[in-house]
């Protein structure tokens, strides 16, 4: 069984059934997503498959906030495959940083690897399949569909995005709608086009219902 089958094998059942949209279904399409991008960017396939599989194991946002647990969970797994060390290294710094961390904080990403699953990982967070998962999410954090007394905060710094309560609706303009432009390849930004335009025009016609009242 190749390494990319194993660690599958291994980390399958603990994503199945999710329903905060980081099932195993998002697993694989970011697996998916990765590997149509490298084909068009390069970069190192095996590095790119296993953080993609990776990328969300121990996440801080289902661990208790702790943030580098992932890599050091990832690392595990891979030793324990016998991957190499360097490989390794490559997946674990790519897993740490792949987050979203505010809209004011820049996410660092130094290598193609990681650019293209950060590109996949975002892409589908947003689109179709983005707003689907976002008001799964803010069901599991018992947040509001939308409330227009919260306005939508540009978060300063990572604790600041975790720790502050929001509601679904503002979570498009604190993160979604600012995906499009942190896109780092050209593959990514050209995928990005359609699913963002799909995203102002749903929360367009979201407005225009909410609003009824007021038109009418
Ligand atoms: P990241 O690793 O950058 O946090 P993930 O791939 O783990 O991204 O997915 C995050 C998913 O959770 C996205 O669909 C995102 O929109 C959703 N999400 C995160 N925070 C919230 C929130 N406060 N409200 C609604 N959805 C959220
Ligand atoms: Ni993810």
């Keep these: 069984m190749s390494i990319v089958d194993q660690v599958i094998d291994e980390i399958k059942s603990q994503f199945e059934g999710d329903a905060t949209g980081h099932d195993w279904y998002h697993i694989e399409r970011v697996l998916n997503l990765s590997r149509f991008i490298q084909l068009k960017e390069?970069?190192?396939?095996?590095?790119?498959?296993?953080?993609?599989?990776?990328?969300d194991i121990s996440d801080h946002k289902f661990n208790g906030g702790k943030l580098n647990e992932g890599g050091i969970v990832a690392s595990e797994i891979l030793g324990r495959l016998y991957v190499e060390n360097e490989i390794i290294e490559r997946v674990k710094y790519i897993v740490d940083n792949v987050s979203y961390k505010?809209?004011?904080?820049?996410?660092?990403?130094?290598?193609?690897?990681?650019?293209?699953?950060?590109?996949?990982d975002r892409l589908d967070a947003i689109?179709?399949?983005?707003?689907?998962?976002?008001?799964?999410?803010?069901?599991?954090?018992?947040?509001a569909i939308y409330d227009p007394k919260m306005n939508a905060t540009l978060h300063k710094n990572?604790?600041?995005?975790?720790?502050?309560k929001t509601n679904t609706i503002?979570?498009?303009?604190?993160?979604?709608?600012?995906?499009?432009?942190?896109?780092?390849?050209?593959?990514?930004?050209?995928?990005?086009?359609?699913?963002?335009?799909?995203?102002?025009?749903?929360?367009?016609?979201?407005?225009?219902?909410w609003n009824f009242n007021k038109m009418n």
Excluded: P
């Design 102 to 120: 505010g809209a004011k904080t820049k996410s660092e990403m130094n290598c193609l690897e990681g650019k293209i699953v950060q590109d996949a």
């Design 42 to 55: 390069g970069g190192d396939l095996l590095v790119i498959e296993l953080s993609a599989l990776l990328h």
């Design 158 to 164: 990572f604790s600041e995005y975790a720790n502050t």
């Design 170 to 209: 503002n979570h498009f303009h604190e993160k979604l709608l600012l995906l499009k432009n942190r896109l780092n390849t050209k593959t990514g930004q050209s995928l990005g086009e359609k699913r963002h335009e799909l995203m102002e025009s749903f929360l367009n016609s979201f407005m225009e219902e």
């Design 127 to 143: 689109g179709a399949i983005g707003i689907a998962r976002t008001f799964a999410y803010g069901g599991h954090k018992n947040q």
